[in-house]
């Protein structure tokens, strides 16, 4: 571990609270196996074609959604895979209507 990742700061969206909380108890460990494994290697997951700083990391037909740099690992969203694009395109989609 390099100390890039040591000083990282971790940190989860409401978005993606409440995605984590609707899983069933097995899926939410699974979840929480794989937040371990993106903490130590955040470039492991694939980049999103619609949001280039983000990336998703596939759990059978699951996905966990996030973002990172040199300083911070925010994780976006988490849930099925159809619910999780859908929300991240209504919430980017709102994001372009404000003035």
């Known amino acids: 571990m390099n100390a890039v990742t040591l000083s990282r700061r971790f940190s989860y969206t409401n ?4 995605g984590f909380k609707k899983l069933h108890p097995i899926d939410q460990e699974r979840v929480r196996r794989v937040i371990d494994d ?3 290697e955040p470039d492991k997951g694939k980049i999103l074609q619609r949001k280039p700083l983000s990336f998703s990391y596939r759990i059978g037909d699951l ?8 300083e911070s ?12 694009y859908k ?6 989609s709102r994001k372009e209507d404000l003035p």
């Not at 996905?63 to 040199?70: H, S, T």
């Not at 690992?73 to 999780?84: D, N």
């Open 15 to 18: 978005q993606f609270r409440d």
């Open 38 to 40: 993106i903490k130590k």
């Open 73 to 84: 690992l925010t994780f976006t969203a988490c849930g099925p895979r159809k619910k999780v």
């Open 87 to 92: 929300r991240l395109q209504e919430t980017s």
């Open 63 to 70: 996905r966990v959604v996030y973002e990172f740099d040199d």
